[in-house]
């Protein structure tokens, strides 16, 4: 459909001797009052009006924005481009070779269906940190990748082949966020629509929630679902409601020896307390030019953390000059100025933007944290760390079973630096911790663990097991990595080392920061204190830390200790960094390094030295922490523009082993049925062209109880695949052995793996089971509704034909936006989940794959209303949504059955439907996004 410019917006911009159509902000009214962020929407609009789907009436309402009016009005973005990593790229492209061959079997043709945007897919998610301290250890690491992913990366080679606008990123390379910095955005895009170059503001969405880090360089985008994803690929415009924009005010400047982790650590924290889950965070204020772009992207990056959908820093100089360092060509830095100004994007620090709600800091308050033990908004000051360790180990470690104790604090010093044996003590089966003057809590005692050289050592609760240099947030900011060479180098000067339990790994984002760790000498301090660079990808954050040292997991398993580890990533959740670890602490790459000399989260860093220097004196963090200066001059002797052209140069080349891959080509993909990798999901079988009506759900049973903050993490299969697991037993029935596994993440394009590790997460707690962890249910087909697996449960439900509802609390499904904690939900059987909260992406992704997102009454939860878990539920009032009206509450009805307790009465409930848009309710009537987009192109 034509544009009709019903607001006379077209016009032209000429730049360096090529000229551009643009649609100017300035012919709606109200444009100037509204935040940078809104301009960007505003031009969207404008520029993709079609009288339909984007209205005049919508790009009014967004020129006469109301800051302080709750968001009610719906309008439809379209993203400049898609960008994906390869564990939810994965899906993405088996979806759409899938859709394929249901266009030709619903008499279409198959060479439809490609992406309408622009995609880029990065592999950055695989690499597992198997090797680690040793010089091989990335080559070894990248094999082993190639080896257990080699039929993943086929099937992406044939869809770079198969699909126009799509673009691979091979392995070995970078991760996508640093990519996309660094590389594939472009701040002002430009491209040819009915023979007219258009310039207009880059905008993104991701398969991956950190894609806000982009937001730093003043590109408009964040994470959505695979599905949302898949949608926007094949032209479908994302639908949300205008958001409400906090506006956050920077001042001042970083104090010596404050990093920007401590920085975005602190606004993550300032930001989950005040509440911002579905706006936009906007920075601005005089203290905004002062902030160094790779802190921006860092602060960027971490907006999933503080719930915001963006956290967007405006376009000026600092924009421009990294754009220039990072290699873009000259002609495209003189687009995104010239643009920006005509726009009025370009920041103005002297006029302050209208916002809903306001906020500041002063970037001299900020002192040096870690987050911990595992949630990212659980800052901790770094001067109170020992102490809140030894308020949080109660809720970890195990209490001893025996009644001999010996008081450490009274008997014996026992310095944390050096948690060796206590002379005397080897007899005794635990230990006593005096916690906030409450009282003795007895722990398992300090165990001994021999090496396979000989040597021993002691291992305790609290011990630091993995610290790991990881994460888009850090890697990409050379300020921090630096520091962390520079700390690594004094600590080796000093005569410091690692500790030995300690597994010790670096995964740079891309190689720039390899070359300039080369060309400043730091690799070789860092590889001496054991932090060679296993691969570059996302590794520990993701969950990929690799195993524990051997004799290290060997202990914590046998003893039940709870062991740390420290990272300087972006999520810390339970059950996500490594199976062994229960506490996972978020620091900056400098502290990583101390974590690992001091060997132990039991540490105050002020007061206990880290060692014994080569001259016999103690050695404390102060006398090896790099000054701000050191760092500065490190980076500009270290970094130049050569590197990140050279680097980003043949960037979707890929190695001799990407390029040798043997690759499938033809249209329709060709599934091989022995695959444990890939395989035909069930999405679109027996469809057809006329909609099935909705229907209301009668006598479900309740597949889960949950209680608050259960993250997609819970939800979603990740990490290690278990042997004695549902996946596990499904792929040794099809004959894969267990070293051979890999993860979830990897089989994410195997729906018979996933749908077996949904809901799988070894710290899920079931509230049907008591003090029951993992993917574990009641299975209520059974006259005794006994205990058993989720999945196998799911099974005898779907057999009998009884659908299934899951109850949770506040904020369910915050957290990385993994298109498979719905996926999974809707093949489980799920048909609606009930809760006080939701998060963003989780509940749209629900309703894209055709499950029902409900909520319950203002003020009440489950337990409150009297469920437990064992009814028959039953939910009337969606059928309204076949007259093309979205109810705003159904009525729910829970019955007891036989499972029940005695004397358990019914309970009634209207529950709120939260379907907030009208495209939401074509998906939903639909049966999901996918069978909206297929009926659509057919």
């Known amino acids: 459909m034509a544009n009709p410019n019903s607001f006379d917006s077209k016009s032209s911009l000429s730049v360096g001797g090529t000229d551009y159509t643009l649609y100017r902000i300035d012919k709606v009214a109200g444009h100037e009052r509204l935040p940078f962020s809104l301009k960007v929407l505003l031009e969207n609009l404008l520029r993709t009006e079609d009288g339909a789907n984007v209205t005049r009436q919508q790009i009014e309402a967004l020129g006469s924005w109301d800051a302080n009016a709750e968001p009610n009005v719906e309008i439809q973005f379209t993203p400049a481009r898609v960008v994906m990593q390869d564990f939810t790229g994965v899906p993405c492209i088996v979806d759409l070779a899938t859709m394929r061959e249901a266009v030709a079997e619903l008499g279409g043709d198959p060479t439809k269906i490609n992406p309408l945007a622009p995609a880029e897919l990065v592999i950055d998610h695989s690499v597992i940190a198997d090797l680690f301290g040793s010089a091989d250890a990335f080559e070894r690491n990248v094999e082993i990748e190639y080896q257990r992913n080699g039929e993943r990366y086929q099937f992406l080679r044939w869809g770079q082949t198969a699909f126009d606008d799509f673009k691979v990123v091979p392995p070995g390379t970078g991760i996508v966020h640093q990519v996309n910095i660094e590389n594939l955005a472009k701040v002002t895009y430009s491209r040819e629509f009915d023979g007219e170059l258009t310039a207009y503001p880059d905008t993104v969405v991701g398969t991956d929630s950190h894609t806000t880090m982009v937001n730093g360089l003043g590109v408009l ?38 990093t920007a982790t401590d920085v975005v650590l602190t606004i993550t924290d300032m930001l989950r307390k005040h509440g911002v889950v579905g706006k936009f965070v906007e920075f601005y204020g005089t203290g905004v030019g002062a902030v160094p772009l790779a802190n921006r992207a860092t602060i960027g990056n971490m907006s999933p953390e503080f719930g915001s959908t963006a956290a967007i820093f405006p376009i000026d100089d600092v924009t421009l000059d ?19 100004k005509e726009q009025g994007l370009w920041h103005d620090p002297s006029v302050e933007p209208v916002f809903s709600e306001y906020m500041e800091l002063d970037l001299g308050t900020v002192v040096p944290s870690i987050a911990g033990p595992k949630r990212p908004q659980d800052r901790i000051e770094l001067s109170r760390a020992k102490e809140q360790f030894a308020s949080d180990i109660a809720n970890y470690a195990t209490p001893s079973t025996s009644h001999d104790i010996v008081d450490l604090e009274s008997k014996h010093s026992f310095p944390a630096s050096d948690p060796g044996t206590v002379p005397g003590e080897e007899e005794d089966d635990t230990r006593e911790v005096h916690i906030n003057g409450g009282g003795p809590t007895e722990f398992s005692k300090p165990v001994t663990v021999s090496t396979p050289e000989g040597e021993s050592y002691t291992l305790d609760n609290g011990a630091v097991t993995i610290a790991a240099i990881t994460s888009c947030t850090n890697t990409s900011n050379p300020s921090v990595m630096l520091a962390a060479g520079l700390l690594a180098r004094k600590a080796i000067e000093k005569g410091l080392k690692a500790k030995p339990w300690v597994k010790t790994t670096l995964a740079p984002g891309s190689k720039v920061v390899t070359d300039y760790y080369d060309k400043s000498g730091l690799t070789k301090d860092l590889d001496e204190l054991g932090f060679y660079t296993v691969g570059y990808g996302c590794t520990t954050c993701i969950g990929n830390s690799g195993p524990l040292i051997e004799e290290v997991s060997a202990a914590v398993n046998e003893h039940d200790l709870a062991v740390t580890a420290v990272l300087s990533g972006n999520r810390n959740f339970e059950g996500r960094i490594n199976p062994d670890v229960k506490m996972n602490y978020l620091a900056s790459p400098p502290l990583v390094i101390a974590y690992a000399l001091a060997g132990t989260m039991d540490f105050d860093f002020e007061n206990q030295p880290l060692g014994k220097g080569k001259d016999g004196q103690d050695v404390f963090l102060a006398d090896i922490w790099p000054s701000a200066d050191e760092v500065q001059a490190t980076i500009d002797s270290s970094i130049d523009t050569e590197m990140f052209t050279k680097q980003y140069a043949a960037v979707f080349d890929g190695d001799e082993r990407w390029q040798s891959l043997p690759t499938p080509d033809g249209d329709v993909f060709e599934w091989d049925e022995q695959s444990t990798y890939v395989r035909k999901p069930p999405y679109f079988e027996g469809m057809t062209m006329e909609l099935t009506p909705v229907t209301d759900i009668q006598g479900a049973r309740v597949l889960a109880a949950l209680g608050d903050s259960v993250t997609t993490d819970h939800i979603s299969p990740a990490g290690a695949i278990k042997a004695d697991s549902p996946a596990g037993r499904y792929l040794t029935e099809h004959g894969v052995e267990r070293k051979d596994f890999n993860s979830y993440g990897s089989r994410r394009g195997n ?26 249910t009641r299975d209520f087909t059974t006259e005794a509704g006994e205990q058993t697996s989720i999945y196998d449960a799911s099974v005898n439900y779907q057999a009998q034909g009884t659908p299934l509802v899951v109850l949770g609390g506040k904020e369910y499904g915050s957290g990385s936006s993994r298109d498979w904690a719905a996926k999974g939900t809707n093949l489980l059987g799920v048909k609606a989940v009930i809760t006080e909260s939701f998060e963003r992406i989780h509940r749209s992704n629900l309703i894209g794959m055709g499950v029902v997102p409900l909520q319950f009454p203002a003020g009440e939860s489950w337990a409150s209303l009297g469920l437990d878990g064992t009814e028959s539920i039953s939910i009337t009032g969606l059928e309204e949504l076949n007259e093309g009206r979205t109810p705003k509450t159904v009525h729910v009805v829970a019955e007891p059955t036989a ?31 996918l069978q909206y987009v297929l009926r659509s192109l057919v």
């Open 899 to 929: 499972h029940s307790p005695e004397g358990k009465q019914t309970v009634e409930f209207d529950a709120v439907v939260r379907i907030d848009t009208p495209g939401e309710a074509d998906y939903y009537r639909n049966g999901g996004i």
């Open 322 to 340: 990294y754009l220039r360092f990072t290699g873009r060509d000259e002609q495209q830095v003189a687009l995104v100025e010239a643009y920006s």
């Open 221 to 258: 985008g964040w994470g959505v679902g695979g599905i949302e994803a898949e949608a926007a690929m094949l032209g479908q415009p994302v639908s949300m409601l205008i958001p409400r924009v906090v506006g956050f005010k920077l001042t001042g400047e970083i104090a010596t020896g404050v």
């Open 751 to 776: 729906h018979e793996v996933m749908i077996r590790g949904t809901f799988a997460n070894i710290r899920l707690k079931n509230q049907l089971l008591d003090g029951v962890e993992g993917g574990f």
